[in-house]
């Protein structure tokens, strides 16, 4: 019963589920989708109101009974029929002028979103790989401003950002529909695109180019907080990991520079400078792990570590082979990650 | 008499057919009986009626496996598919449905259709027709040899490089479908030619072309394009295969290549693709829609004109397909306005069939409902695809849902609608039985309700930002009660098409007898009986108008058409060419009868294209030195084919 | 039986003149092989548009092979049209002659582009300059080498007596597709002989 009205609901108050989608781009957050979602709104609007108007021509022009003479097998005469003519005359006029005020529509629209206003001061180079997200921070390219880190992303709200794409390997698509539409990240170049929230809340995006086996689960989240609360985020996430204070922790951080160090960077952490996967130096500030696949939680942490495979089959992460103890310990470890 | 066979002039005889005529064309054109005369005829209704039955066959095939991911998909985070499993399933679906349904299936209907409507007894080049059948199902063979071994592609049917390259995907996959492509267009591009040389060259006299039935054009314009398409795609998989095979950098943006010049020309063929698979079947609809509204086309001229239009502008839009590629603005506003333009041309198909029908007194046959219901699918389909064309909203749009839903609104709409319904009119003249109306009530009702409850959601979960090809996906997002209608919908018209097929089957094997115009149709085909016997007509009509059946009657103010007498043209297997534009007869053609020869060359290329497969070279090359004396035994001239023999 | 009428006029049987249908095929054929050589192109102007290296990498390509590449296939162009010209007079042995020389042209190329193969410095795997250079070089090589044989067929059929003054279509269109193989070498030659001579890198 609740599922039944929940279709109904969905297909009859599309509009309304729009509000209520993570990911539906019919209402947008930000000054580099709006103008976007405007112009889809009308050309929906205008798309809807064709089909109904030639649907009906179809059924009324099917339906309205017109009387006339038989032939011997019993089929309406054959006849030159009446002058259908005036249907193109009119009709075709009257596309050609929507279309024109469409294409109109659609260039004030690109015009609006093309660049960022302004000379954006904080710019994400963002990388793509199979099948996460590689995102580094630079504040006029300053080194000392400079970190990086993956599959979460925080934007300044009000504040206009540019996006660098590239990509590590196959083609991937940047997309957070509430905030901007997709560029692709393509092997040999650097897209550009730019992202600006106007109002705080968390956004998930999705790649959005068929990037093999995994590409269902490279999701991304944006976190779109206040000025001061984004600033704070950054000082946070350019200081290094602490040293664990518990043993249990320190024991966990000689197996993750054993086991794991070799693919993922923990600044601070010796030995450990690995570019495969994602940086961790500040995991647990993360919502998600895995790409946005998983709630970044203990046990979640634990099931990942121990069968990634399991999870997110083919993924660079490999099946560990971990006794319990250095499972938990390196849990401790990892939770240390603030 | 004066005339023999080898003479190179003659007047041909004038005369009504009779019995002693008919007797001797049906000695001289019918097939031998059993396996030979199964492989080696050259009758186009045959080869026409193969045709329709392979492709539909892999419309089933590739029904199945969307069946598959539908379940997959009705529930979030559903796991009766492996991801690599799913992602064959999708990519395998997509080649199923675009390359080997939806073309052969309306070179299928133009096979059969094309010399009757024309008014001879074949087309221009027999032998070239048989081995476009040939190498079309032994491409399909090819194409699908992985699958069965878990070696499917997947990557998609657009397959897009690095991730088709060698270093992501090592495997025989892409190979298979690099190689099954390029075989797949040899077959695709000698049909293209044997239809153009067709239409140019052997129509009934007095076929001028003002006096062509539009179905005749839709087809040609078609194949005209694919001459040009066609060529892009196969040197793209070509210089693929290169790169994973041989090691170049074509594609390989380290060295020099760029990703970008796959897409490129990807979608230069992939554009005008979608129109080659769409401008035959709304043809069908111009040409089969009118005759159950008892009434002409409204606007035929424009409508023909529409369609070359469509075609020309289809070139020039490829670059929609690549809008979110970082392209710069300017190029791709020249790309978004022409994809606006096609609009204009569609709208007179669209209004010209809506007139026709409030015109004209419409009778509610299957074949109609099919018909009028494709107008409104194709306005969903149109609208949706305008939508894309706005640049910046289609950076939106993109592989998303809502994409999922145009394009299977413009294939199931505008080439599976018309299909069936073409299926439904030319029945009876295939196989000499109708249909069930009974069951085509059904059959349509359940099509009609499936598509549209199984893809107009699409469009919402689109909207909703779920994106393409995810072989799963998280709750909580708001997509999975419209995937779960969706698949419903999808069942739904699984049903529909189910019923098809008992229909055909049914109405096969226990009928009603049709008689020769059941439909009280306007052309040529409809002349002849149902079926036709192997010579189509016992003497070549002469032309008088576009409408031969229905010019009395419509008090046509064009000429008479003439059917009790004609060229009778019973020297051998000969069919009078005509001039391009004005259809007067000038040659007296001497056409192959059935041969050998279109299947050994056939095998001979498939078997190529084995060798290049398996990396066996020896069996390429030996394969290729044997197509010489194929292709030798092929075109050798002989007296009966209108070569001069000294003795 | 009724008194036997007929068209009236008097039609050609057969393979004849312009108006065989082969002829209409070879001609949409060339069509299809043309926008293979021009989506070829395309790649090659793509990808050096794109190039932010030196190209070609190891300088303009050595002439001395494509230069006489060039006059061979004029010359069995020539050659070719001499034979079309032989036949419409029914001089059979003359267009015989003709042919072979075109043929014999045409084997000269295909060895002329072997040995240019063999002077490049580079090898199919090294950069995309060299992937399309061999591509291009060898599509065209590849169609050369079905034209000689077309020709030789035209040789053999002509011997054998089925090529008469009357009946030459299959001279017109061999030929057809020859000048089509020679077009396309003129393009071939342009874009990677003469171009990077005159562009500098």
């Not at chain 2, 000969?574 to 000038?586: F, N």
Request: glycine share 10%; net charge neutral.
């Amino acid at each position: 019963m609740r599922r039944a009205s929940g279709i109904a609901l969905a297909l009859l108050l599309s509009p309304l589920a729009a509000q209520a989608a993570p990911m539906g781009y019919l209402s947008t957050h930000g000054a580099s989708a709006n103008p976007i979602t405007s112009l889809g709104w009308g050309l929906l609007v205008l798309s809807l109101f064709v089909v109904a108007f030639i649907s009906l021509a179809v059924l009324v022009g099917i339906w309205w009974k017109r009387r006339g003479p038989l032939d011997e097998a019993g089929w309406p005469v054959l006849s030159r029929g009446r002058n259908g003519m005036p249907w193109l005359l009119v009709g075709v006029p009257v596309s050609i002028v929507l279309l024109c005020l469409s294409a109109l529509w659609t260039f004030f629209a690109l015009a609006a979103v093309a660049s960022p206003p302004g000379n954006p001061p904080i710019t994400l180079d963002i990388t793509g790989h199979q099948w996460w997200w590689e995102v580094k921070y630079e504040y006029y390219g300053k080194p000392e401003l400079t970190f990086v880190t993956a599959n979460e992303i925080h934007l300044p709200v009000g504040q206009p950002v540019r996006v660098r794409l590239k990509t590590a390997d196959v083609i991937h698509s940047f997309w957070v529909p509430k905030l901007a539409g997709k560029t692709d990240l393509i092997p040999g170049q650097t897209n550009i695109a730019w992202l600006e929230a106007d109002k705080a809340g968390i956004y998930r995006g999705q790649c959005g180019e068929f990037c093999g086996l995994q590409h269902a689960h490279m999701a991304l989240y944006v976190v779109a907080q206040p000025a001061q609360a984004f600033r704070s985020w950054w000082d946070h996430q350019l200081s290094l990991a602490t040293v664990p204070a518990t043993a249990k922790a320190l024991h966990g951080s000689q197996v993750f520079q054993s086991r794991c160090a070799i693919c993922h960077t923990v600044r601070g952490l010796g030995g450990s400078q690995g570019g495969m996967g994602p940086d961790l130096t500040h995991l647990m500030s993360r919502r998600t792990i895995a790409a946005g696949t998983l709630p970044n939680k203990v046990g979640y942490l634990a099931a990942w570590i121990s069968n990634a495979q399991a999870i997110k089959p083919g993924a660079g992460m490999p099946t560990e082979s971990l006794s319990s103890e250095q499972l938990q310990a390196l849990l401790a470890y990892v939770q240390s990650l603030h | 008499m004066a005339e023999t066979s080898s003479s190179t002039f003659r007047d041909p005889v004038v005369a009504e057919p009779t019995p002693e005529l008919l007797h001797k064309l049906e000695s001289m054109w019918s097939d031998a009986p059993g396996l030979i005369g199964w492989f080696s005829t050259v009758d186009h209704k045959r080869i026409g009626k193969r045709y329709l039955v392979t492709a539909f066959i892999f419309l089933l095939v590739g029904g199945l496996e969307a069946l598959a991911m539908r379940l997959q998909l009705a529930q979030p985070n559903g796991h009766i598919l492996g991801p690599k499993m799913y992602n064959e399933f999708f990519s395998m679906h997509g080649m199923t449905m675009i390359f080997l349904y939806a073309l052969p299936i309306l070179s299928g209907f133009s096979n059969f259709v094309w010399p009757l409507v024309l008014g001879t007894r074949d087309m221009a080049f027999p032998r070239l027709n048989m081995f476009t059948y040939w190498t079309f199902t032994l491409a399909g063979i090819f194409l699908y040899m992985g699958f069965w071994t878990g070696h499917g592609t997947d990557v998609g049917w657009f397959n897009y490089v690095p991730l088709s390259e060698h270093a992501y995907n090592p495997g025989w996959n892409i190979d298979i479908y690099a190689l099954g492509m390029i075989f797949l267009g040899i077959s695709t591009t000698a049909g293209a030619i044997n239809f153009i040389a067709t239409m140019f060259r052997t129509r009934a006299p007095g076929m001028s072309i003002s006096r062509l039935p539009i179905m005749i054009w839709g087809t040609l314009v078609a194949n005209i394009g694919i001459l040009f398409a066609v060529p892009a795609v196969s040197l793209d998989f070509l210089l693929l295969w290169f790169d994973r095979r041989f090691g170049t950098d074509f594609f390989n943006a380290a060295t020099g290549g760029r990703p970008l010049l796959w897409q490129h020309l990807f979608w230069i063929f992939g554009h005008p693709w979608v129109y080659a698979i769409v401008l035959p079947a709304m043809s069908i609809v111009s040409q089969a829609l009118p005759v159950y509204c008892r009434r002409p086309l409204v606007a035929n001229s424009a409508v023909i004109l529409a369609t070359i239009l469509t075609m020309v502008l289809g070139f020039g839009v490829w670059v929609h397909h690549m809008f979110a590629t970082g392209l710069p603005v300017i190029a791709m506003g020249f790309f978004s306005a022409a994809s606006f333009a096609i609009v204009i041309p569609s709208a007179v198909s669209v209004f010209a069939w809506v007139a026709t029908i409030w015109t004209g007194r419409p009778v509610f046959t299957t074949a109609f409902k099919f018909f009028a219901a494709e107008i409104v699918l194709f306005v969903i389909g149109g609208v949706s695809g305008f939508m894309t064309a706005a640049i910046p909203l289609d950076w939106q749009l993109t592989d998303t849902y809502f994409v999922v839903g145009h394009i299977h609104y413009v294939l199931i709409g505008i080439n599976v609608f018309p299909v069936i319904g073409g299926i439904y009119h030319w029945f009876p003249k295939m196989t000499g039985r109708l249909m069930s109306e009974k069951l085509g009530w059904w059959n349509f009702w359940l099509m009609f309700i499936g598509i549209n409850v199984g893809f107009f959601p699409m469009h919402i979960s689109g909207l909703l930002g779920m994106p393409r090809r995810i072989y799963t996906y998280p709750a909580g997002l708001g997509w999975g009660d419209l995937n779960l209608v969706t698949t419903i919908g999808a069942f739904i018209f699984a049903l529909g098409a189910l019923l098809f097929v008992v229909n055909v089957v049914r109405s096969l094997l226990a009928g009603r007898k049709a008689p020769a115009n059941p439909w009280d149709a306007d052309s040529l085909e409809w002349a002849t009986a149902s079926p036709p016997p192997s010579y189509n007509f016992g003497v070549i009509p002469s032309v008088g108008s576009i409408h031969p059946l229905w010019e009395e009657r419509l008090q046509s103010d064009d000429g008479r058409t003439i059917l009790h007498e004609g060229l009778v043209l019973d020297h051998h297997h000969e069919i009078p060419a005509t001039t391009p534009l004005d259809g007067e007869a000038d040659v007296i053609l001497k056409q192959p009868g059935s041969s050998f020869a279109p299947l050994v060359v056939a095998l001979l290329i498939a078997g190529i294209f084995v060798g290049l497969l398996l990396g066996m070279w020896w069996v390429a090359g030996g394969c290729a030195l044997a197509l010489i004396p194929g292709l030798l035994y092929w075109f050798w001239p002989s007296a009966e084919s209108g070569w001069a023999v000294e003795a | 039986m009724a008194e036997e009428r007929t068209l009236g006029r008097t039609l050609p049987v057969g393979k004849t003149g312009h108006r065989t249908p082969g002829f209409w095929g070879v001609l949409a054929l060339i069509a299809t092989e043309g926008a293979v050589f021009a989506y070829l192109f395309f790649s090659y102007f793509y990808l050096l548009s794109q190039s932010t290296t030196p190209w070609p990498p190891s300088g303009p390509p050595p002439m001395q092979y494509a230069i006489p590449t060039t006059i061979a296939l004029l010359v069995s162009a020539a050659a070719l049209w001499w034979a079309q010209r032989s036949i419409r007079l029914a001089r059979r042995g003359q267009m015989m002659l003709a042919l072979a020389i075109a043929a014999l042209l045409g084997i000269v190329y295909l060895i002329l582009q072997l040995l240019d193969w063999n002077a490049e410095p580079f090898l199919l795997q090294e950069g995309a300059y060299a992937s399309l250079f061999y591509t291009i070089t060898g599509f065209h090589l590849l169609h050369a080498a079905v034209g000689v044989l077309i020709l030789a067929t035209m040789i053999l059929w002509s011997g054998l007596g089925h090529i008469t003054g009357e009946r030459y279509i299959a001279i017109d269109v061999a030929a057809l597709y020859w000048y089509f193989v020679v077009v396309v070498w003129i393009a071939v030659f342009i874009t990677f002989y003469v171009l990077p001579w005159i562009t500098p890198a």
